[in-house]
């Protein structure tokens, strides 16, 4: 029996023709990874186009003392690749942080078939675009204008609405959630991060409950990163 293919079923590669889709299938395979699998690790060669279909996996880089710094989250849908042109060596790292089925297919197949359909061309050239948007997004909020609290209650609010649930009391972000995990995050220290959360906790904004944040008002969280007012 034909697997169905699963390409088809993400936003990313709605307008993508059904038939480069079918040819892409074809030429990948899924694999599964557990939580904590580095995909792409920086300065090596990247080979491989990843594509996320389940779990969420994150982009980061190393500082020059050699503390992670968290760039991205991202869930099923994305493309994991910074870039799919097979000559060039990484500059971030890639890694799991749940587990994960993910399609990988060779970065020559997918850049020749880039080249024979630009509909396909056109799908990375947007999901590109979107990260860069969302780094110019980070990148505004990491100014030394805006007070810590606030970075993190703009971080907080936006996986909540990437990888948010629904609950009686709240959303819940369906990320396992450390204070490390969130210290990367922020670039900042566990120490600090910690003092931060505690903070947002008080101000009534978030709970946190087992390595799980849950966003009692939305609202509230938002107003708060945006002008430091509860």
């Not at 580095?38 to 279909?53: G, N």
């Not at 500059?91 to 880039?114: D, G, H, K, N, Q």
Request: proline share 4%; charged share 25%; aromatic share 10%.
């Amino acid at each position: 029996m034909k697997k169905r293919n699963l390409l088809a079923e993400l936003p990313v590669f709605r307008d993508v023709s059904p038939h480069t889709l079918e040819h892409l299938w074809n030429k990948g395979k899924v694999e599964n990874f557990p939580r904590g699998t580095i995909l792409v690790r920086a300065r090596e060669p990247l080979q491989t186009v990843y594509i996320q279909l389940t779990g969420k996996s994150m982009i980061y880089n190393l500082t020059h003392i050699g503390k992670r710094k968290i760039i991205f989250v991202f869930g099923p849908g994305a493309l994991l690749n910074e870039h799919v042109l097979n000559f060039h060596d990484a500059s971030l790292y890639c890694e799991t942080i749940e587990a994960s089925r993910i399609f990988v297919i060779p970065c020559a197949w997918f850049l020749e078939f880039m080249e024979k359909d630009f509909s396909l061309a056109r799908a990375v050239l947007e999901a590109q675009e979107r990260k860069m948007w969302r780094m110019g997004h980070q990148l505004k909020n990491t100014m030394g204008s805006i007070y810590m609290e606030r970075k993190l209650a703009a971080k907080l609010w936006k996986l909540s609405r990437d990888f948010g649930k629904m609950t009686p009391d709240g959303i819940e972000i369906d990320i396992r959630l450390t204070i490390t995990f969130l210290a990367d995050m922020l670039g900042a220290p566990r120490e600090t991060t910690s003092r931060l959360c505690k903070n947002l906790s008080e101000a009534g904004l978030i709970r946190m409950d087992k390595r799980r944040i849950m966003i009692i008002n939305p609202e509230k969280l938002s107003h708060f990163y945006k002008t430091g007012e509860v």
